[in-house]
Every structure is written in structure tokens, then in C-alpha cells.
């Protein structure tokens, strides 16, 4: 009796580990185990959809071997200050097959929870994310780089006597000597405060009506400049409404002219 | 007056310990001069070949002085944990298993640095470590590994004291000549960007907006047989007055780092903001293991290729690849996805593509522009680094 049951018991053993495993590569993400010397002791088959590099080429293999070179640091520290109570997420460039790089993030922790090692790890390709990322910000640096070199002042400030700031670009320094972030929120000192006493009023009135009538404005007014100067500027904006009409703000760009 | 009195002090030690050995030991020891070998290392030309023989005249002494049973072997050890890595130096006639150099290197860089004056046991081993100093990043361990039964911490202190000085006195020096060296270099460097910046390039630009205008007159049909003249004038000026502002960038680049990679993340920091391209950096080279000279040239390549995409690749993406293909084969592609090259459109600032090939040669690089298959450009420059030496 017994005999006959021991190798059933065995074969269903096997049968749960293979269905495991089918399980493993069923997923689309690599699921990773490493042991002490940080070698690679399990991986399933999504890694090599990703990386192009074989199951068999990679079991036994220290992990750090299939990062880019500059990301070994940052995994080095990460093993260092991995504690069995918690868990740690990185993001990495892996080096295909091919010689390509696969952004990924990683996250990892220990198995036992009295214990470091062995690890247990997730790893996802986010390389589309990563790239689309890339492209956002480099039209985003583009567009705020273009704006901060203007000889000029972008702004969108509050529809208020003093003109508080929502954005100033970086020729706020060029047109009235004090920074941009100065200006920010009236943080130190606003529009409002250097413009010309004779001048407050028109501006405001001028700015007022053209609101009033959804238009735009075009008005030459004069500033005092941190410095005391005085120099004459030419405010090019519109209003700023929500769909029912209300004023949100002001939008407009600051130039300078020539004395008059 | 000290000094005097120092030297002859240890001059009658010296000679009562020759008394008392010629009585007390069997064996010869080998004339192993410490103050020589101290000075060996600290005025080496290049280090890495002098400390390995260094090394071995010390280990012929070791070898001496721990019984055969014992086996003690000696090993420097340079970790670098900003970089990851490990240097590992000996004068031994059969370099170290890979796997010891392998858990050294997770030992002491890897990981937290041991202990200092610990022993410890790896991979069946007994290993003495010693830090000897630190010089920026980097940490000077010396390492003595003992095959079998290792001796007691005083008796390694006492027998390995001198060989730890000379070591710690010699490398220390080394270093310190290097960092002085480096900042010479640099401030001369800094020296003559700052000439050229103040005379020929204000020259040059003058002489760049004269020359335009007498082009630009010439264009009337009345003077149309000077106009290759002032044609030839206007880009020749124009193109030295380009060279000599790359030249003061490059150099005033590579002072801030003093390295490859650090200057080519910096152009492509300066680069991004006058553009919209996505740059992407790959940068698979180990540590600079570049000549100031080879260097600036290649920075040189990398901001001329860098500054033709923004100017006239129409491109969106750029990528920037620094590798090793091999130990000595250094590899730099440059590529966009851009309108391509046509070489037979000379335009007037195709100088810039010559200027870029007579850099490379200065070097020994080889400079390789072509358009790719997929659309856009590709830059490959490769310099064997063995050939250069």
C-alpha cells in the first residue's frame, strides 16, 4: 500500500510545482529570486521577452551583471540597506541581448521575514513610460527655456490692485531688477507697487474696460526698477475668463520701449 | 640640529641589530631597502607598473619572514565605491583565484568596508586587512592573506609594521604629487582659455563681421571677380572663429571634470536647453582612462556633432553612447533621427565635418559620418586606447 502511494504523493508534488511554474510564465512581468551572493536562482520567462536573454543564460549569474554599468551604485546601496521588515523599489537600466536598454522598476524584499536573504523580486519594463516621459520634458525644458531667454516679461497675474503673480518668466529681472520668484505671489515686492503713481490708475482703469469687453489690451505705462530707475514699458495682454464669463486673471507680456 | 641627532641615533641602532643578527640568525635576510622602495612609488611615472614591482620585492621579504607554513601573500587593494569598483595590486607569481578577487571586491567596495585591524576568514582564507589612507573616493587597503594558520595580531603587527609604512608613505606621496600635478594643469588650462577668450576670439569675431560685410558688398556684379576671394575669406573666418570658441569650451569643459564623461553629460545639459530634442545619454565607460589631450579632442568631436543636430539635424531624438567594445577599444556613436547628411551640399560650415576628421587623426581616433538606414545621422569614433600609448 504504502509503496503504491509514495510516488503518487511525489508526482503531485511535481504537478503543483509545474503548474506553479506555469503560473510564473503565464505573467507579464519577471518574477525573480537571488540568494545571498546576489546571484540569480529562479526567473521566469518574461525576462527574456524583455531582456532577450535566455532563462538558462541567466540562472546562477550575479544580477548586477545585466545592469548598466552606471546603475551598479545604486544597487549596491540598495542590497546594503535592505532589512527583512521591508520592502524597496528602484528603477534601473538593464542591457538587452541586443545591446538596447530596458528601463525597469524593481521591487524587491526579502522572502522570510527573520531573514535578508533570499530575495524575492518584480520586475517591470518601463521603457515606453520612460521615453514618453523623456519627450515631455524635453518640450517642456524647450518651451520654458525659450520663454526665460526673451528680452521680455511673460506673466499671469490676478485681476487685483497690486497685480499679484501667478507666473513671471525670467525677464522680470531684465525689465525691473527684481528676480522672478521675488515677484512670485507678491512674495517680495509686486507689479503693482512699481508702477508709476500717475500711471496706477489709467492702468487699472484701461485693463478694467477691456475685460469688460472680452478684448485685449495695449497700454504704455512707467516703472520704478529695484535700482530707482525709471523705464517706460508696453503691456500687451487679455483677460483670462471661465466659460461663464468670469475673470480668472490676467495674462500678458511686458516689453520695453524707448523713453518717451 | 635634530636631524643630526636622529639619524646617527638610528645609524647605531642599525649597526647594533647587524651585531645581533650576525649572532642570532641562520638565514640571511634579503637587503630589502624600505626608503628605496618608499621612493620608487612616490616619484613612479605611471603607477600601475611600478607598484606590482614594488610588490614583489616586498613579497621576496614576506615570504622571509612568515614561515612557509603560514604562506602570507600580499595584496593592495584600491576601492572605489562611488564607481563600484576594485584595483587590486600584488607581487605574487600567480595572480589570486578570480573568486577571491571577486568576494574582495564585494567585500571591501560592495558592501560596508570592514573593520580595519579585524581579521577575517574568506574563502578559506585568513585575511589582515589595513586601511592605509583615503584619497578622494577612494580607499588604499593593504591586504595580507595567509594560506594557513595565520600568527597573532601582535606578531603580524611587528612584522608587517615597515612594510605597511613603506607602502603608506610611498602611495600617499604619489598622490599627493598627482592632485598637485592636476591642479597646475589646471589652472594653466584655465590660464589659457581665458587669454584666448580675451584676445584672438574678441579678434576673430571682428575680423568674422568684416568679412561678411566685404562678402556681402562684393555680391554686386561689378566686383564679381573677388567674390571667391571674400566668399573663401568670410568662411575660413568664420570657421576659426567657431574653432576658437569650441576650443575655450572643450577646455574650460574638461577643467570642471577632468573627464570624458563628465564633459559630455555637461554638453548635453547645455545642448537640451537650446532645443527641443529628447538626448539620451548611454555611458558604459568604466572610469576615464583618457589622456587630458585625447580628452578635449573627443569632447571637441561630441560638441560639434551635438551642436550640428541642433542646428540643422531636424531631428527629435539624439542619442549619445560611450562604451568599451573591448579593454582598449573605446567607442563613441552619435546618432539622430534627423534629416540626414548630404555630402554633397558643401555648405560653408562643412568645415566643421574636416575639423572634426583632423582632431580625430591628431588623436589616432577614427571618425566615421554617415546617414542610417532608418533616416538620420550616425557619428561613430572609435580610439584604440593601446595604440595611443
Redesign the interface.
Known amino acids: 500500500m504504502t509503496l503504491l502511494k509514495w510516488p503518487r504523493r511525489h508526482s503531485q508534488a511535481q504537478e503543483e510545482e509545474s503548474q506553479l511554474l506555469h503560473l510564473f510564465n503565464s505573467l507579464n512581468e519577471v518574477v525573480l529570486l537571488f540568494d545571498k551572493q546576489q546571484q540569480v536562482q529562479f526567473v521566469n520567462q518574461y525576462w527574456e521577452v524583455i531582456t532577450g536573454i535566455p532563462v538558462e543564460q541567466t540562472l546562477g549569474r550575479m544580477f548586477s551583471d545585466f545592469l548598466?554599468?552606471?546603475e551598479?551604485?545604486s544597487w549596491?546601496q540598495l542590497?546594503?540597506k535592505i532589512t527583512p521588515s521591508q520592502h524597496e523599489n528602484i528603477w534601473f537600466r538593464l542591457?538587452s541581448a541586443s545591446g538596447e536598454?530596458r528601463w525597469c522598476e524593481m521591487r524587491i524584499q526579502s522572502v522570510n521575514k527573520d531573514q535578508p536573504y533570499p530575495l524575492s523580486a518584480t520586475l517591470c519594463d518601463i521603457t515606453p513610460q520612460v521615453?514618453n516621459e523623456?519627450?515631455r520634458?524635453?518640450?517642456h525644458?524647450?518651451?520654458q527655456?525659450l520663454v526665460d531667454r526673451l528680452p521680455a516679461m511673460l506673466y499671469r497675474s490676478r485681476n487685483n490692485a497690486s497685480w499679484s503673480m501667478e507666473y513671471v518668466s525670467e525677464g522680470c529681472e531684465l525689465l525691473t531688477g527684481y528676480s522672478a520668484e521675488s515677484m512670485l505671489n507678491q512674495s517680495q515686492v509686486s507689479l503693482g507697487s512699481i508702477i508709476h503713481q500717475d500711471d496706477a490708475t489709467r492702468v487699472w482703469e484701461n485693463v478694467q474696460q477691456a475685460l469688460e469687453t472680452f478684448s485685449p489690451f495695449d497700454i504704455h505705462y512707467r516703472l520704478t526698477r529695484a535700482d530707482g530707475t525709471e523705464v517706460s514699458v508696453q503691456d500687451k495682454g487679455r483677460g483670462l475668463y471661465s466659460k461663464s464669463g468670469m475673470v480668472l486673471g490676467v495674462e500678458g507680456i511686458l516689453l520695453l520701449t524707448n523713453k518717451r | 640640529m635634530l636631524n643630526i641627532k636622529l639619524k646617527s641615533w638610528i645609524d647605531g641602532q642599525s649597526w647594533f641589530g647587524e651585531t645581533v643578527r650576525a649572532v642570532t640568525k641562520k638565514k640571511e635576510l634579503p637587503s630589502v631597502d624600505f626608503n628605496d622602495l618608499a621612493f620608487k612609488l612616490a616619484t613612479a611615472e605611471n603607477i600601475s607598473e611600478t607598484l606590482p614591482g614594488v610588490l614583489k620585492s616586498l613579497q621576496w621579504l614576506i615570504n622571509d619572514l612568515f614561515p612557509p607554513a603560514q604562506h602570507a601573500e600580499l595584496i593592495i587593494l584600491f576601492s572605489n565605491p562611488s564607481t563600484s569598483e576594485t584595483f587590486m595590486h600584488h607581487g605574487l607569481d600567480k595572480a589570486p583565484a578570480a573568486k577571491l578577487m571577486q568576494s574582495l571586491h564585494h567585500l571591501f567596495t560592495v558592501g560596508k568596508a570592514p573593520d580595519a585591524s579585524e581579521m577575517m576568514v574568506v574563502d578559506d582564507l585568513t585575511i589582515a586587512p589595513s586601511r592605509l589612507f583615503e584619497h578622494d573616493n577612494l580607499t588604499v587597503w593593504s591586504l595580507f592573506l595567509f594560506h594557513g594558520a595565520a600568527p597573532s595580531a601582535k606578531q603580524l603587527k611587528w612584522k608587517t609594521a615597515s612594510i605597511e609604512t613603506t607602502l603608506y608613505k610611498g602611495l600617499q606621496a604619489w598622490y599627493h604629487n598627482e592632485s598637485k600635478l592636476k591642479k597646475a594643469l589646471e589652472s594653466e588650462r584655465a590660464m589659457y582659455a581665458a587669454e584666448l577668450h580675451d584676445s584672438l576670439a574678441q579678434v576673430l569675431g571682428y575680423l568674422r563681421l568684416k568679412s561678411l560685410k566685404l562678402d556681402k558688398l562684393c555680391q554686386q556684379a561689378e566686383f564679381s571677380s573677388l567674390k571667391p576671394i571674400t566668399e573663401d575669406l568670410a568662411s575660413y573666418t568664420q570657421c576659426a572663429y567657431h574653432q576658437t570658441r569650441e576650443l575655450i569650451t572643450s577646455s574650460r569643459l574638461t577643467m570642471q571634470s577632468d573627464n570624458l564623461s563628465q564633459g559630455v553629460i555637461n554638453s548635453i545639459k547645455e545642448f537640451e536647453h537650446q532645443s527641443a530634442i529628447v538626448f539620451e545619454l548611454d555611458n558604459r565607460l568604466p572610469l576615464n582612462m583618457l589622456s587630458p589631450q585625447q580628452s578635449m579632442q573627443m569632447l571637441y568631436i561630441v560638441r560639434e556633432s551635438l551642436s550640428n543636430i541642433v542646428r540643422h539635424s531636424h531631428a527629435t531624438h539624439a542619442r549619445v553612447v560611450l562604451l568599451l567594445k573591448t579593454s582598449s577599444l573605446l567607442q563613441i556613436h552619435i546618432e539622430d533621427n534627423g534629416t540626414g547628411i548630404n555630402p554633397e551640399a558643401a555648405r560653408s560650415d562643412s568645415f566643421g565635418l574636416q575639423i572634426m576628421k583632423e582632431r580625430a587623426d591628431r588623436i589616432g581616433a577614427t571618425l566615421m559620418i554617415n546617414n542610417r538606414p532608418e533616416g538620420g545621422t550616425r557619428v561613430d569614433l572609435s580610439l584604440n586606447l593601446e595604440a595611443n600609448e
Do not use: Q
Request: net charge neutral.
Open positions: 548598466h554599468p552606471e551598479i551604485p549596491s542590497l546594503n542591457i536598454l521615453r523623456e519627450v520634458h524635453a518640450s525644458r524647450s518651451l527655456s
